[in-house]
């Protein structure tokens, strides 16, 4: 054997076997074989932070088998994925392979290692080197390279391995200094929270300030009060007794501002007996842009938002996607499109839409992010011929696989095309009152029309006149489609096109206002009023943030990167510090108490603009920009005193217990709702004198399709989630896959 390749998963590795013939043997590393220990905090601080790898025992066996294939190869090439994590995998995979030195023995705690002049003993556990780099080869005859590649495509596989490149330290450093920060907050806050609020806890260093965010959200909901207020139309006729919709906004010449009912019928009144007339039209072409190609953080919120997946399953089917070749890589945070895809997508236009809907040139977009890999590609399709309907005959592909590939292929394809056109009408409407009307019934036709003219001539001057109501309707018309043909869209009427989730909503200044279609219409039309409208409203909170919400908030403040956003939500919703209520985000009275620790004893280091910081310096180490030990070291040395002082100062936090109105079947108190290991669970508010506790039965709107009995939602004693009737143990059935809900 030659060639030995080495990427991190089978699927990956079977991709790559298509292109890469007989003369390359490919294996899987399995993700990472080498880490940071779980039993101990792993990093040597007196030694300037040095990490101590191990090599998890059940990588053990995979690592022996790496080591005797490799023996035999003259060439090994390193085809981990092209980000931190991937660059990572490469360098420990190629510090395990170049140390002939060490090896794993079938039985025995200790081994001698030697490296240079000296020879230690460590524990099997410690089978690896530090954070430090050694040269080290496993004969004179053997390279290893590293070859990166977005894309698992004929085209991108031969280019990589072509220009192959050393192992990128600096990005090396920037993985191990994320890793080793992260560490050090958890392991060391961990106890500390164990010990002040509850055991079993845990903080990280980003996910805690995501949570934060949910915390301050609900606080803010529970602290807003409604305000009244009303919206009023009138609906109007004009000369060819065609009908449309108006609504008021302006009374003597400010923003109307309708506060409660009494100022309200007081409108009302007048309006009924004014008289109409059309002061003004305004029409004017409106360009609706596409949005750039999808990135890590857009992938994830469209996804959520419009197939309702989570971060997680969404990063799960886009891996799954990107290692059978059909997407690029899909950790990114860059909206570039490589040359030769451009030229494929513009081909794709070309004979599949009109002229029209090809621009001159491609559209280049500029990341928003000052740290974005620009080298990296956005996500896209590797073949833009290739539609949903290919995919699922791919080998282990769902039809979830296929809508996530649908709504990357509609992204890629539309940002590539010519913008939506539309013709936007806006009509201000003028009153008179009685008194007005009865003056204008007295002049002469000619004088009439010199009057009219004047009043046109005062309202483009100085806005509608004094003490009258002005009103407005708005109408859209679509002339040109351009990229929304590529969603279907052929009408917008009284919406503006939100391309950012591909969807029409309405503008959200003018949520209340009727979509409409607008008769012909003339300035200095006379108009009959049909009937006005009032209509009562209050005031809504904020909305709780979802999980695309709250990552387009995470990525407003610079806090996480690609690779992270899943993980973070994955994390808190794991540790039971929040909720999924209808996709909504809310915390649990445990993340509660967390956070509000956590703010309190570490304001600094779980505050929004320290974290964005700490992003941007581990972007800076991972440029060569900034040591990543001494990075380490002037977070850690005020980190330490904060946490000596919290030891010594903070007090006992008591839990706020959900009270429940059933009734202890032991001793006869009531309930209480408390979070366990694998969830929320009953237990007796008499504890510890009564220890009773019961399962918390979650219900949906389902029954059992074996007695009817009403569905349940509960968790295994690993924590999985599956759905059984409340019956139990009468009626044992049981389903992974949640029921189909009745309609209310």
Request: some cysteine; aromatic content about 8%; proline content about 5%.
């Amino acid at each position: 054997m030659n060639n030995l390749v080495i990427v991190e998963s089978p699927t990956k590795a079977r991709t790559l076997a298509r292109f890469l013939g007989n003369s390359y043997q490919i294996e899987a590393s399995m993700g990472h074989i080498r880490d940071l220990p779980k039993a101990e905090l792993g990093i040597d601080i007196e030694a300037n932070f040095e990490p101590k790898y191990i090599i998890p025992r059940d990588k053990r066996k995979r690592v022996n088998e790496l080591k005797k294939i490799a023996k035999g190869a003259k060439q090994i090439w390193l085809a981990t994925d092209p980000d931190r994590e991937g660059e990572a995998i490469a360098w420990h995979t190629a510090e395990l392979l170049s140390n002939p030195e060490v090896k794993l023995p079938s039985g025995g705690p200790r081994l001698k290692v030697k490296s240079g002049q000296d020879q230690r003993e460590v524990r099997l556990d410690d089978l690896a080197v530090g954070g430090d780099r050694t040269e080290k080869n496993l004969s004179k005859s053997v390279q290893i390279k590293r070859v990166v590649f977005h894309e698992i495509t004929k085209e991108a596989i031969d280019d990589a391995f072509k220009n192959p490149r050393d192992i990128d330290i600096k990005l090396v450093d920037a993985q191990q200094a994320r890793r080793v920060l992260d560490r050090l907050v958890g392991y060391k806050l961990s106890p500390l929270l164990w010990q002040k609020i509850k055991r079993g806890l845990s903080a990280g260093r980003v996910q805690s300030v995501a949570l934060r965010l949910i915390v301050e959200k609900e606080r803010e909901i529970e602290k807003f009060k409604p305000q009244e207020y009303w919206v009023i139309e009138v609906e109007l006729e004009n000369t060819e007794k065609q009908n449309f919709f108006v609504k008021l906004i302006e009374v003597n010449g400010k923003k109307a501002d309708v506060k409660d009912k009494k100022e309200a019928d007081k409108i009302v009144a007048d309006l009924k007996e004014a008289s109409y007339q059309i002061s003004k039209i305004t029409q004017k072409q409106v360009k609706r842009y596409p949005s750039p190609p999808f990135i890590t953080s857009t992938l994830v919120q469209n996804a959520g938002n419009k197939l309702g997946f989570t971060a997680k399953k969404t990063m799960m089917l886009s891996q799954n996607l990107y290692e059978q070749g059909l997407i690029t890589y899909m950790r990114t945070d860059s909206f570039n499109l490589a040359q030769s895809a451009l030229s494929a997508i513009r081909a794709y236009i070309s004979s599949n839409f009109s002229k029209a809907y090809l621009p001159h040139q491609p559209k280049f977009y500029k990341s928003k992010s000052k740290n974005a890999q620009e080298a990296h590609e956005a996500i896209r399709p590797t073949k833009i011929g290739y539609r949903m309907s290919d995919v699922g005959i791919q080998n282990g592909l769902t039809r979830d696989h296929g809508r996530l590939y649908d709504l990357i292929w509609k992204r890629t394809l539309a940002s590539q095309m010519n913008e939506a056109v539309l013709d936007q009408t806006t009509v201000d409407v003028v009153t008179s009152l009685e008194g007005d009307r009865e003056e204008r019934s007295r002049r002469t036709p000619a004088a009439q029309l010199l009057q009219d003219e004047e009043v046109r001539r005062d309202t483009e001057l100085a806005g509608p006149p004094k003490n009258k109501y002005l009103l407005r309707a708005t109408g859209s018309v679509l002339k040109f489609d351009g990229w929304l043909g590529v969603y279907g869209v052929k009408q917008v009427e009284e919406e503006s096109f939100d391309s950012s989730s591909a969807s029409l909503t309405a503008d959200a200044q003018d949520k209340d206002e009727r979509k409409q279609i607008l008769p012909k219409l003339s300035e200095g039309e006379d108009l009959n009023m049909v009937q006005v409208l009032p209509s009562q409203h209050f005031t809504e909170p904020p909305p709780r943030y979802t999980e695309a919400s709250l990552i387009k908030k995470l990525e407003e403040l610079g806090i996480g990167r690609p690779s992270t956003y899943a993980p973070i939500l994955a994390t808190i919703t794991e540790r039971y510090y929040i909720e999924r209520k209808e996709r909504k985000l809310f915390p649990t009275p445990l993340g509660i108490a967390v956070v509000d620790f956590l703010i309190k004893y570490f304001p600094d280091v779980f505050d929004y603009k320290f974290t964005a910081n700490m992003e941007d310096q581990l972007d800076e180490i991972s440029r060569g920009e900034r040591p990543w030990k001494e990075t380490l070291k002037n977070f850690y040395t005020p980190f330490e005193e904060k946490l000596e002082k919290t030891e010594e100062k903070a007090g006992k936090v008591k839990l706020e217990l959900e009270m429940t109105d059933e009734k202890c079947p032991n001793c006869g108190k009531n309930l209480v709702i408390r979070i366990g290991r694998f969830g929320k669970f009953l237990a007796c508010s008499g504890f510890p004198e009564c220890k009773y506790t019961g399962s918390l039965d979650i219900k949906i709107n389902a029954k059992c399709p074996q007695d009817g009995g009403e569905i349940v939602v509960r968790r295994t004693k690993k924590g999985r989630v599956f759905y059984g009737c409340k019956n139990y143990p009468n009626c044992k059935y049981a389903s992974w896959t949640k029921p189909k809900e009745e309609k209310v």
